[in-house]
């Protein structure tokens, strides 16, 4: 494939809508959408960025028998789904700093250790490209409603007996689902 340009379609609050448009192998003439964090990308450079913009936190207690799940009402699905906590690294913020602010708003919980940070991996690769980091978490205290009232979160730990009840049943994001899967030896 052979990029030829791109296209600014529509820019919201929190993603950019783009047309990128490229020249298949057979030189055939296509448009891609995706959607962007990036408001003003201009060159196929921007496009392939790979600066982590997200964090997604895997949290267990304190002796690793119980996971964190997030219960989140999302619009784009129309109902509820699982998920890890997560959320938009701020302007100055380092993915630890980001970490522990995102953590407390959506649960309540405070982080008390992070034992792992992965490498930068794609969000939804099919759909935009944005990047974020995996950090594995320990975290304690007691939950409280998310502090946004755009979202509306249960947190809970669950044991992995649980968790294997609940992916029978219930609507997961693809990473949280993943890990869940092998965590909880399904």
């Known amino acids: 494939m052979e990029f030829e340009g791109l296209s600014k379609v529509h820019e919201g609050r929190f993603i950019t809508r783009y047309d990128l448009r490229y020249k298949t192998a057979l030189g055939n003439i296509k448009n891609y ?3 962007s964090r990036n408001k003003d990308m ?3 450079e921007d496009i392939s960025s790979r600066k982590a913009e997200a964090v997604v936190l895997i949290v267990h207690d304190r002796d690793n028998t119980k996971i964190l799940l997030n219960r989140e009402y999302r619009m784009a699905v129309g ?3 699982y998920n890890f906590p997560a959320g938009l690294i701020d302007p100055g913020e380092d993915e630890a700093t980001a970490a522990k602010r995102e953590l407390w708003e959506e649960t309540g919980l405070s982080l008390v250790e992070i034992s792992d940070v992965w490498p930068e991996s794609f969000s939804g690769v099919g759909i935009t490209n944005e990047m974020s980091k995996v950090l594995i978490c320990v ?3 007691e939950f409280s409603p998310s502090t946004s009232d755009e979202e509306e979160i249960e947190a809970a730990w ?4 649980q968790v294997r009840e ?8 693809a990473r949280t689902q993943a890990y869940c899967m092998l965590w909880a030896g399904k």
């Open 139 to 141: 975290a304690e205290g």
């Open 158 to 161: 669950y044991t992995k007996d």
């Open 166 to 173: 609940l992916l029978k049943l219930n609507n997961f994001a």
């Open 79 to 81: 109902g509820f789904a």
């Open 33 to 35: 959408e995706m959607v």
């Open 42 to 44: 201009k060159t196929f």
